[in-house]
């Protein structure tokens, strides 16, 4: 078996043989449906807030209703978004909406009311106005009150010369949500009656709030050359992801070959490699193994993610399929990974031959981290905006073409551009592969201390 | 005796450090060539230039017939100074894959590690890991990787160097045993014992500069014997028989000395003994002590090959 293929069998198996990597393969999927869930399922674990409203003298008549009535137009369009949120699901999916169990009551109290008014409790409704009161209400909202009796809010109600004001106490001084709902509620009041007192019909105005404008999205970039659909704004999605994905496998990728060239060099093997092969056998070895680490990454997360995706929404899955193979999305996607990945790889290899510590290696992998986060600041503009000129000029510069590319490949950016930045690409990468040759030379035999200088000054001396 | 390594005028130079200076010698095939010095005199740069890891500043560097070591790594096995093998590979598999590099089959590789591991006591850990082997283990697993493809030179950089006596005995035998088979030893030290005992020749070199090249005998001629006396006696005494170069005084209690007599070179030490038995001298101890290596490299040199010699200038590579 050749050197390079020996190497690359024995990075491969070094890695791949072990739990830890299996771990970690799953671990981004995993984390990846826990970064989505857990939201959800902390909004959805919210406990309703038991409120008191209480109207302070005659002046204040009619406010505690309108909280109750803001309360119930609240449900109300909590249950519409949801019935929206359902009916484009399915138009996505293909599939009805048939959540149960768990899932329906997560989802069930997601869009359910966040409060609900409950009886004053007749000391406080009886106390007058002052220090005594206010301490009869401190005592319901802490535990000096049975759980079952202590309430989340208490709002006194009143007049001003301005309009309607309230004095929210609450049991806990960072929760503002019931001090957001009772503004809202007293804005809707002051609006109705302004409108009222000017002579307005008040069905009128209930009809006119209630009102919600129907809106239908044309673009003849559109599938069907007309109505923008689901299906439309997929590609940018998957251009997005790409660009993601690429972005993490690279760099995984390329740290996983920084730390293995390390510990070759920390625990001196790479002297005897390099009395066995060339620098350039050894380096192309450890590229092509990690690659293959990389591929098996890959394809474990899009195994992950297909079978997932298949089963949960076989419609979207088909959609996907067809904008990555037929729509040749696939194809730019392993380019650009295949140029992304040998650019990274060899210099995180290079700088892997000068370090014998993750410290050592921090001196050079600091401002490369910064550099490689740019890519991730501008890929989310890329989206929405992929012919700004900061976005197009960026994908040019090769560091970043093959993360920027990918989330700009939706919007059909003209093939010249297109070529032309792949071709700097690799070109680049070829260029990277030359100049981290040489460095990996000579910072293999090298016991000199890691700096910038020196690191340049290796490239000069290319070992000798 | 033909020769399988050649170096001729072989300058290196790190920037302004100039490591190794004008160094020529011979290595020949089959033979076993202690290459001696202390730390910092140009052995490990010297090693790196003869397999190609480093290029020579001038000079030639001939080896098995290549002017490149690149050429004929397969024919070449090769310990480094520090040593290391991958950690979680078992010694089987880390000779296998050393081995494959230097063009056997891993199949014959493995085949060929449990042999070898078995001769060399160690059988019982050919399934370990190798974070799991002692530091002695370890290092006679890397030397089986070296040999392993059964090369024809065979360089091993400070191959004793955190052996314990026991292990060290056991590698003696291992090199003795490899030129027995017919391979070229090239081995670097600065343990002097080691090369007295193994070594058909041995080149010393002190600063970058080779101080001496020849067998272990002529290297020891070089250096003067001496007698070392003890009694009574004064050193005038001793300067005053027959072929003494001169007297040095090592102790002196109670009016009682221990004297070094240098012997000048040619003069026979029983007849300088009996001069000063015949002439009456109070001699209660005599010693005739033959020059070691040690002592030759002392006096070639005029450095001490247990003292570190390296020099690491700022901004170079460690230049060893």
Known sequence: MNRTLLIARREYAAYAKTVGFWLSLLAF?????????VPILIKSSEPVRAVAVIEEGPQANGLAAAIQDALSRDAERQQERERMANEAAEKATGMPVNSSGAAKGAFARLAGPRLRIVGTPPEIAAAPPGEARDEIVR????????????????VFLTRDAQGPAARVWTARATDDTVEDFVRDALRSANRKAVFEGAGIDPVVVENAEKFRPTISVFSPKSVSGGEVSFRDKLPTLIGMAGGFLLWSLIITGASILLNSVMEEKSNKILEVLLSSASPTEILAGKVLGVALLTITVLLGWGGIGAVGLVAAAPETAGMI?????????????????????????????????????????????????????????????AMTTPDAPVVKILSWVPFFTPFLMMARLPSDPPMIELLGA????????????????????AGALSDVKLSWKSFAGAIRGGGN | MTAALTLQDVNKRYGGFHAVRDLS??????????FLGPNGAGKTSTIRMILGLQPATSGRIEILGADDGRRVRNRIGFLPEERGLYKKMTPVDAIAFFGALKGLPLGEGRRRAREMLEQQGLGGASR???????????????????????????????????????NQQGLEQMIRGLAADGATVL?????????ERLCDKVVLLARGRKAFEGTVDEAKATSRRFLE???????????????VSNVEIAAENDGVRVLKAHLAPGARGQETLKAAFLGGLDVRRFDLREPSLHDAFIDLTGDNPDQDQSVKPAGQEAAR
């Open chain 1, 29 to 37: 999927p995993l984390f990846a449906v826990l970064g989505g869930a």
């Open chain 1, 139 to 154: 005592r319901y909202l802490t535990d000096e009150t049975p759980k079952a009796d202590r309430l989340d809010a208490v």
């Open chain 1, 321 to 381: 399929g067809d904008i990555l193979l037929t729509g040749g999305m696939l194809g730019w996607f392993v380019a650009f990974m295949v140029g992304g990945y040998l650019m990274y790889a060899v210099l995180f290899a290079a700088v892997g031959a000068f370090c014998e510590t993750p410290r050592d290696a921090q001196t050079l992998m600091g401002p490369i981290m910064l550099v490689l986060v740019i890519p991730i600041m501008t890929m989310s503009m």
């Open chain 1, 422 to 441: 792949m071709a700097g690409m690799f070109a680049f990468a070829l260029f990277m592969v030359w100049l981290s040759g040489r460095a990996f030379r």
């Open chain 2, 25 to 34: 010698f011979e290595v020949g095939k089959g033979s076993i060539c202690g």
């Open chain 2, 128 to 166: 370990k890991k190798m974070k799991e082997l002692s530091k002695g283990m370890a290092q006679k697993v890397q030397l089986i990787a070296a040999v392993v493809h059964r090369p024809e030179f065979v360089i091993l950089d400070e191959p004793f160097s955190g052996l314990d006596p026991v």
């Open chain 2, 187 to 195: 081995f670097s030290t600065h343990v002097m014992q080691h090369a």
């Open chain 2, 229 to 243: 006396l003890e009694g009574v006696i004064e050193a005038g005494q001793v300067a005053a028989l027959p072929g």
